[in-house]
């Protein structure tokens, strides 16, 4: 059962109330903060009450509990099919759990279950050991805090290296790919992982001194006509954007995206897939780039 | 009945999360909700819930509610709160501590002993215990041992039960792969309940082109992979997302298409009733009854095999067989990535160049309409598109037709 208190937020956060009630520290102040950091915004008004006033006898009046143990509770069946059915997707030699214990366990699905139809054939090469063994270096910077030396070859084939804070491991289900995200070094910016030639991991490097880039996003504001449900589909196409939409009159609506001008071009075909549904109307830089292709569209058919 | 922010039936919050996510332009009154005070429930719930992402506008038709996320800036997908708000009973909550308390030393326990010790070592320490039976902890042991966290056997008459041993797993080894599956493998929300019990987990994973939403459909997705797992037909409760009617199908669940462009998934299965292989979208199922074992599931999985040789996406509806098309693509200097574009995003058929400048892509798929959007995508480099089906021409040049006259273009005819 996949929607089971168990899994719950109110569980979890009794659980590290009553480990800390245990353990002979719990105060109302810390219960409140348990609380506030597991479970939801107006939890507060619920779990304390329940726990003093005795309708869940598990906490006595003192903060201290008749549980004799810290609460732990073992995996159920349902997470160890998860688990077992990761093992067999080609990305997992990249994190490399250990499959221990999960000898018996049947898989939840295999990965010939799911057809991904739209996906892109160029996906990164997961059974190569050297873009594993890159992949377990970059991962180890990543988890360790440590600054990276990588050589790699740009979008043109030209051979780069440069020394890097790498920060973030993106993955694009559409791409199948993943791309490094670095600061420090302005040729580096991102690197796509099969790119990599060669990485070695430097020194560590203190986090919050670190300046992530901010990143700069625009608004694209569209018109939409409902027609041949493009409403529906647009919505959900553009829906991983921060979006707001606006009914304007019956069947119009303005939907107002924010995006990165990087992905400027790719968020310029995806527009262009919807045809007349949808009418950039800002910016007029973006306006102008439909412009441009329906006008070498013109031209390509004389 | 007074406000809870734990829901016991997903699916009333399912429709409403969807709207706030997807749609987010609707006032209150246009909710189709029984009541006012259902309307503002379930939205005070979310609030709880995602508060951080969730907006509001004003208008003339008065406050909408909305939820709005860039999916590239977060770690995490916050849907899956929902699934953490589960509600239960008191005892429910009190067994659960009482039960994993008693086994966690390793005790083999009948109930009866169970029954015992929570009122020796628990409930004798209150002025006004909670009273249990002996028939409602065996409840609670059959359905902790069908959840797998304990493990029951025959000692003499007694059925004696003990904790699940999960001490080969290396839970820590796994931290990486709950954090990036838990967003990119299907059913991520088994993931992100995974994390839970690390103190902290990765927040160095990103996730671009990600779609949210697919996390609402979890209960039904595991309904279905439970069914395909053991090769059981299905009945389905499906609902039409446009006139809201629902209908029963019954059918024999085979694969799950997912898209990873259009933020939809389907279900593709072997209708008894229409005797052909359907697609339906996942979101629009309400509701999966698990049936019987169906023997010709081979059969239809070479059927769907098959099948798949010609699929552009998930239409099946030409009547006239395969639709063949040809779309010749102008490649200028340096752009060598529009012949990459093709190769990468080609389903189907295949790539001919004609000569240094000129590649045709050509096709043979069950509905070629359906490849429009994508058609369009190669918009200001198409010298050529035929088709043996008319209306797919007819519609694209309309439509760019229609879109000169929007942007203020068409100074040569279309």
Request: net charge negative.
């Amino acid at each position: 059962m996949l929607f089971s208190e168990l899994y719950g937020g109110y569980f979890h956060a009794v659980a590290a109330v009553l480990k800390e009630a245990v353990a002979g520290t719990l105060t109302d102040q810390r219960m409140t903060e348990i609380i506030r950091g597991k479970a939801f915004a107006e939890s507060v008004l619920t779990i304390p009450a329940n726990l003093k006033n005795s309708t869940w006898p598990l906490l006595c009046k003192d903060n201290t509990t008749p549980l004799l143990n810290v609460p732990t509770m073992p995996l159920t069946t349902l997470q160890k099919r998860w688990m077992k059915a990761l093992l067999l997707d080609p990305r997992i030699a990249l994190f490399e759990p250990r499959a221990e214990g999960l000898e018996a366990v049947p898989p939840l699905f295999y990965p010939d279950t799911f057809v991904y139809f739209d996906q892109y054939n160029d996906g990164d090469p997961y059974e190569d050991a050297e873009y594993i063994d890159h992949f377990h270096t970059t991962l180890r910077a990543l988890r360790e805090h440590r600054k990276l030396k990588v050589w790699f070859r740009g979008h043109t084939g030209v051979r780069h290296s440069a020394e890097c804070f790498p920060y973030r491991m993106e993955y694009s289900e559409k791409d199948d790919k993943f791309r490094l995200l670095t600061v420090g070094n302005r040729r580096c910016g991102v690197i796509n992982m099969a790119r990599l030639d060669s990485c070695e991991l430097l020194e560590p490097y203190d986090p919050d001194l670190l300046h992530l880039p901010r990143r700069k996003t625009e608004a694209l504001v569209l018109l939409l006509r409902d027609e041949r449900n493009a409403l529906e589909r647009a919505l959900l196409h553009f829906s991983h954007f921060e979006k707001e939409t606006v009914r304007l009159e019956d069947r119009q609506y303005r939907i107002t995206l924010r995006y990165e001008r990087e992905d400027e071009t790719e968020l310029l075909i995806r527009v262009l897939s919807f045809g007349p549904m949808v009418q950039v109307i800002s910016p007029d830089r973006f306006i102008a780039l439909i412009r441009e292709r329906l006008n070498r569209q013109e031209s390509c058919e004389l | 009945m007074a406000y809870n922010e734990l829901i016991k039936d997903f699916e009333k919050i399912r429709d409403y999360m969807r709207e706030f996510y997807i749609y987010g332009f609707k006032s209150r009154e246009e909710y189709d909700a029984k009541s006012a005070r259902s309307y503002d429930n379930e939205r005070r719930r979310i609030g709880s819930w995602l508060g951080d992402y969730m907006g509001f506008r004003q208008d003339a038709a008065g406050k909408n509610v909305f939820l709005s996320v860039d999916s590239r800036s977060i770690p995490h997908n916050p849907l899956y709160q929902a699934f953490r708000a589960k509600s239960f009973t008191d005892k429910d909550i009190t067994l659960h501590f009482y039960i994993l308390d008693l086994f966690s030393d390793g005790a083999e326990l009948t109930s009866g002993e169970i029954v015992n010790l929570i009122l020796e070592r628990y409930l004798a320490q209150y002025e006004e215990p909670m009273s249990f039976d002996e028939s409602t902890v065996r409840k609670k042991l059959k359905e902790y041992e069908e959840l797998g966290l304990l493990t029951s056997r025959k000692r003499g008459r007694e059925v004696v039960y003990c904790r699940s041993n999960d001490q080969a797993i290396d839970l820590d080894s796994w931290m990486d792969a709950a954090a990036f599956f838990s967003e990119a493998a299907p059913l991520g929300v088994i993931g992100a309940y995974l994390l839970d019990k690390y103190q902290t987990s990765p927040a160095y994973y990103g996730f671009k082109h990600h779609y949210l939403l697919h996390a609402l459909d979890s209960s039904v997705l595991c309904d279905l992979l439970h069914a395909i797992d053991e090769r059981r037909a299905v009945e389905l409760t499906v609902r039409n997302l446009r006139t809201g009617q629902e209908n029963q199908r019954t059918l024999c669940p085979l694969n799950i298409y997912a898209s990873t462009q259009s933020g939809r998934q389907y279900l593709l299965g072997y209708h008894y009733r229409g005797k052909r292989l359907l697609f339906f979208r996942i979101d629009a199922i309400k509701k999966v009854t698990i049936g019987n074992c169906d023997k010709n599931y081979e059969t239809y999985l070479e059927y769907q095999k098959r099948f798949d040789l010609n699929l552009w996406g998930v239409s099946t509806s030409s009547e006239r067989g395969l639709d063949h098309i040809e779309m010749t693509v102008h490649i200028g200097n340096g752009e060598q990535f529009i012949l990459d574009r093709l190769e990468r995003e080609k389903r189907h058929g295949r790539c001919e160049m004609l000569d240094e400048h000129t590649c045709r892509f050509v096709a043979d798929v069950y509905d070629a309409l359906e490849m429009i959007p994508w058609l369009r995508t190669f918009i200001g480099r198409i010298e050529k598109l035929q088709c043996s089906n008319p209306s797919v021409v007819d519609t694209f040049y309309e439509d760019l037709r229609q879109m000169n006259k929007m942007y203020g273009g068409g100074g040569h005819a279309v």
